[in-house]
């Protein structure tokens, strides 16, 4: 089946470390998007990519950084300058024309321990 | 920049009444709207969308919508809520100048019975 992956589904990350998400999906889909979810703040947008090899910053880019080397892989590296990183983090694909919609991986929490 | 606002953190409904959810959006030309429901810990679930055709949508699991263009409203009703419609449901706006969609703040629907 198709779909999109996201792991794990919970990470821990201690005070000054970076950890990477990881976004995989076998759609076929040229558009890859991270968006961060916090409570009563619905979903922003950290980073999102249209083709390989090519990426924008969204709304709150600091403190994160990605990459999009195949189509298939995005993967969301949160760095120690985020100085507020547990939430839960989702990562969406879609055709290239945004009005087609997203389909969405399951999501991973990350908390500051 | 396009916009949405959900009017409603919380709606709370008994089992077999309707549901109404408001959103309202800001734009300088005709959008793409959508509708999400997201269930705890989970990836969100397109439920429906507007692209310039029928003004009034129909979804999955008997949820419609109306676009009002007079308004600039995209409300999402059922004509009779189900246990299983509890959850958070996300209001979207398709942004064409940046290619990715902007969310609103979720709704969180209570359903009691």
């Not at chain 1, 991270?34 to 600091?62: C, H, M, T």
């Not at chain 1, 985020?82 to 929490?109: E, H, M, V, W």
Request: aromatic residues 12%; hydrophobic residues 30%.
């Amino acid at each position: 089946d198709g779909g999109i992956t996201q792991s794990p589904k919970y990470l821990f990350r201690k005070e000054g470390q970076n950890v990477t998400l990881s976004c995989e999906q076998n759609l076929n889909h040229d558009a890859m998007y991270w968006y961060r979810q916090d409570p009563g703040q619905g979903l922003r947008l950290i980073y999102y990519s249209q083709i390989v090899n090519d990426f924008q910053k969204g709304d709150i880019a600091e403190g994160y950084s990605v990459s999009r080397e195949k189509k298939e892989s995005f993967p969301l590296t949160v760095t120690s300058a985020q100085k507020n990183p547990t939430a839960f983090y989702l990562c969406a694909s879609s055709i290239r024309d945004p009005n087609y919609g997203y389909t969405f991986g399951s999501g991973t929490r990350l908390t500051v321990v | 920049a396009q916009s949405v606002t959900q009017l409603d953190s919380h709606v709370s409904v008994s089992e077999g009444t309707p549901v109404l959810l408001r959103c309202n959006y800001s734009s300088s030309y005709s959008p793409s709207l959508f509708w999400y429901v997201q269930h705890p810990n989970k990836g969100l679930q397109l439920l429906l969308k507007y692209t310039s055709a029928a003004t009034l949508v129909k979804g999955i699991n008997g949820f419609e919508a109306e676009f009002k263009k007079s308004e600039t409203s995209f409300h999402l009703t059922k004509p009779s809520a189900h246990m299983s419609d509890a959850a958070e449901y996300f209001c979207a706006v398709s942004d064409t100048g940046r290619r990715a969609l902007t969310f609103g703040s979720g709704t969180r629907l209570q359903v009691q019975p």
